[in-house]
């Protein structure tokens, strides 16, 4: 039986590819593009955990396949998207929310070392402009027309606000911003949208392994909605500029915060 086709967006005879699909938001931008009928190309380093989310969405009627990638290397990219059009052919669209610290804990700017700073660009903004490349080559040199395809790349509200002791990561998570503006522009020609979402604080693994229950509470204390917000949150965000229900959205920057980057915004002009 075929998976449901979900209220957001048909996206029947549709190809997208979701990176950091192992857990958290890519996996939940996964599973949401294949309900509304997507075949997924389910892409992580980790490819068991990558496995597990295809496994999951085949079970429930839904199509995928799991991919191994590297988003920081450049071959390591190069190769998932020849691999994903083999399998699937032309990419329709690409959902990036492979990203992270790397590894990296929060430290003062004066005592964040030059490593630790390339280590997390490398992995945010480079990989992103990585993927980005990659997959619009792949999409004009498959140029389909009229077509309408997507690039969505995954900031940060810590690129948008900042916070202290995050200035690698929210550095990162600002160019990726840029990034997609000036992609857009670029990809418009041949068709190509090109935007980003940026979430606050969501109840993903990585970040529950990170954030005890105290601080979660204060997290929800200060957001206006008075939650933390979810992976699938972020997802339904992504797959509408996914889809083509976003045919005439671009460059555009969708902050998923409950209203938080709200209270900043009242804070400084206090």
Avoid: W
């Amino acid at each position: 039986m075929a998976a449901p086709v979900s209220s957001q967006g048909d996206l029947r005879g549709r190809t997208i590819l979701v990176t950091g699909a192992a857990q958290g938001i890519g996996a939940a931008c996964a599973r949401r593009a294949a309900r509304a009928g997507a075949r997924v190309a389910v892409a992580d380093i980790d490819v068991d955990g990558a496995g597990r989310c295809a496994d999951e969405i085949t079970a429930a009627g839904g199509e995928a396949r799991a991919v191994h990638v590297d988003v920081s290397d450049a071959a390591s990219v190069e190769a998932a998207i020849a691999t994903i059009d083999g399998e699937f052919g032309m990419l329709h669209a690409a959902i990036h929310a492979a990203g992270g610290t790397g590894g990296v804990a929060p430290a003062a700017l004066l005592e964040t070392t030059v490593e630790g700073f390339e280590r997390v660009v490398r992995l945010n903004l480079v990989g992103s402009f990585l993927v980005c490349r990659a997959v619009a080559r792949h999409m004009v040199a498959v140029d389909s027309g009229s077509s309408d395809r997507s690039i969505v790349l995954v900031g940060s509200l810590q690129g948008v606000v900042g916070s202290p002791h995050l200035a690698p990561y929210g550095a990162s998570k600002a160019g990726i911003i840029h990034l997609a503006r000036t992609a857009a522009l670029e990809l418009a020609p041949y068709g190509i949208r090109v935007n980003a979402v940026s979430p606050t604080i969501t109840d993903t693994p990585s970040v529950l392994a990170m954030v005890d229950d105290e601080r979660r509470a204060a997290s929800a204390a200060a957001i206006p909605l008075r939650r933390i917000g979810t992976g699938d949150d972020v997802a339904a965000a992504a797959l509408l500029l996914a889809s083509t229900d976003g045919s005439f959205i671009t460059g555009q920057n969708i902050v998923v915060d409950g209203g938080l980057s709200l209270t900043t915004a009242r804070a400084v002009r206090r």
